[in-house]
Nanobody, 121 residues
Framework: QVQLVESGGGLAQAGGSLRLSCAAS????????MGWFRQAPGKEREFVAS????????NYADSVKGRLTVSRDNAKNTMYLQMNSLKPEDTATYYC??????????????WGQGTQVTISS
């Protein structure tokens, strides 16, 4: 059974940091590109970042470049999102996703349940 479990969300102040984790099981994690998405209240889900199967290629939404960093540890079947210089507009539910390919293609094959991030001003 495929599972993607996000953790590390919570409440932080503007300018602060959080680190999200996504623990994967039920599929060969090291073969798949992974991504982070987020959805704020009243808005559509949006792409945040992606990372290729070995971690050599990363991509970011313009709104998070220079502040958020995606990484992965294939030995631990886990992807991370280091979030620095947080802003109130980063408030959202954050989801991790697995692609069906080793490079992110824009489509997710599996989704996690999400973790809430709230940034106070």
């Amino acid at each position: 059974q495929v599972q993607l479990v996000e953790s590390g969300g919570g409440l932080a102040q503007a300018g602060g940091s959080l680190r999200l984790s996504c623990a994967a099981s039920g599929f060969t994690f090291s073969n798949y590109a992974m991504g982070w998405f987020r959805q704020a209240p009243g808005k559509e889900r949006e792409f945040v970042a992606s990372i290729s199967w070995r971690g050599y290629v990363t991509n970011y939404a313009d709104s998070v470049k220079g502040r958020l960093t995606v990484s992965r540890d294939n030995a631990k079947n886990t992807m991370y999102l280091q979030m620095n210089s947080l802003k109130p507009e980063d408030t959202a539910t954050y989801y991790c996703a697995a692609s069906g390919r080793n490079m992110w293609s824009g489509a997710a094959k599996y989704w996690g349940q999400g973790t809430q991030v709230t940034i106070s001003s």
